[in-house]
T-cell receptor
Framework: AQTVTQSQPEMSVQEAETVTLSCTYDTSESDYYLFWYKQPPSRQMILVIRQEAYKQQNATENRFSVNFQKAAKSFSLKISDSQLGDAAMYFC??????????FGTGTSLTVIP | KAGVTQTPRYLIKTRGQQVTLSCSPISGHRSVSWYQQTPGQGLQFLFEYFSETQRNKGNFPGRFSGRQFSNSRSEMNVSTLELGDSALYLC????????????FGSGTRLTVV
C-alpha cells in the first residue's frame, strides 16, 4: 500500500526566512503524482504545488519550490521569503491513479514575526 | 467562479442516527472525492465518483455510502452513527481526475454525541 510520511509534526520560521518541509513516500508505481496542500484554520485544503513523477525538473510556484528525489522517494517543500499568511498545516500527498490521494500526517508551520 | 460548496458546515448528531452531507463541485468538474479527516487517523479516502459512477472506494465500513447526481453534485451518507465517526468530512472536485490536483471545499464538521 502507498504510504506518505511527514516526520516533522511542527516547524517554525522567522518571517522573510526560508523553511523546508520534509516528505517521503512509498509506492511501487513508476508513474505517479505528488502534491503539497496547505490547510489554514479556515479548513479548506489549498493546492500549493504539484509534481509529476516522470518529470525530472523540480516544480516551482512563486515562493514555493520542491526538491523531488525520485530514487530516494523524497519530496520536500521549500518556502522562501516566508510570510505570516504561510502559517498553516501542510500536507504532502501522493497519487498514482489521480483518483485516490494518500496524505501524510501533516506539518504545522508557524511563522514568527 | 464558485468553489466547492459543502453543506452544512457543522452538524451534531446522536449515536445511531444517520446523516447526509452534500457537496456541490466547481461548475464543469465531474470527479468528486470524499475524505475523512480526524486528529488520530489524518486524512483518509472514502470514495470517488465520476459521471455518477463510483470509481474508487476506500477502506470504510458499508455504513458509509455516497452517490453522485447527473449535475455532478454529490452526497455522502453515514448510517448508524458511532462516536468515532466524529470528523471533518472534506469534498474535493476535479475536471476529470485528480492528476492536476483536486479543489477542496471547507468541509462539514460532524460531531456525534
Amino acid at each position: 500500500a502507498q504510504t506518505v510520511t511527514q516526520s516533522q509534526p511542527e516547524m517554525s520560521v522567522q518571517e522573510a526566512e526560508t523553511v523546508t518541509l520534509s516528505c517521503t513516500y512509498d509506492t511501487s508505481e513508476s508513474d505517479y503524482y505528488l502534491f503539497w496542500y496547505k490547510q489554514p484554520p479556515s479548513r479548506q485544503m489549498i493546492l500549493v504545488i504539484r509534481q509529476e513523477a516522470y518529470k525530472q525538473q523540480n516544480a516551482t510556484e512563486n515562493r514555493f519550490s520542491v526538491n523531488f528525489q525520485k530514487a530516494a522517494k523524497s519530496f520536500s517543500l521549500k518556502i522562501s521569503d516566508s510570510q505570516l499568511g504561510d502559517a498553516a498545516m501542510y500536507f504532502c500527498a501522493e497519487s498514482n491513479t489521480g483518483n485516490q490521494f494518500y496524505f501524510g500526517t501533516g506539518t504545522s508551520l508557524t511563522v514568527i514575526p | 467562479k464558485a468553489g466547492v460548496t459543502q453543506t452544512p458546515r457543522y452538524l451534531i448528531k446522536t449515536r445511531g442516527q444517520q446523516v447526509t452531507l452534500s457537496c456541490s463541485p466547481i461548475s464543469g468538474h465531474r470527479s468528486v472525492s470524499w475524505y475523512q479527516q480526524t486528529p488520530g487517523q489524518g486524512l483518509q479516502f472514502l470514495f470517488e465518483y465520476f459521471s455518477e459512477t463510483q470509481r474508487n472506494k476506500g477502506n470504510f465500513p458499508g455504513r458509509f455510502s455516497g452517490r453522485q447526481f447527473s449535475n455532478s453534485r454529490s452526497e455522502m451518507n453515514v448510517s448508524t452513527l458511532e462516536l468515532g465517526d466524529s470528523a471533518l468530512y472534506l469534498c474535493a472536485s476535479s475536471f476529470r481526475q485528480g492528476a492536476l490536483g483536486y479543489t477542496f471545499g471547507s468541509g462539514t464538521r460532524l460531531t456525534v454525541v
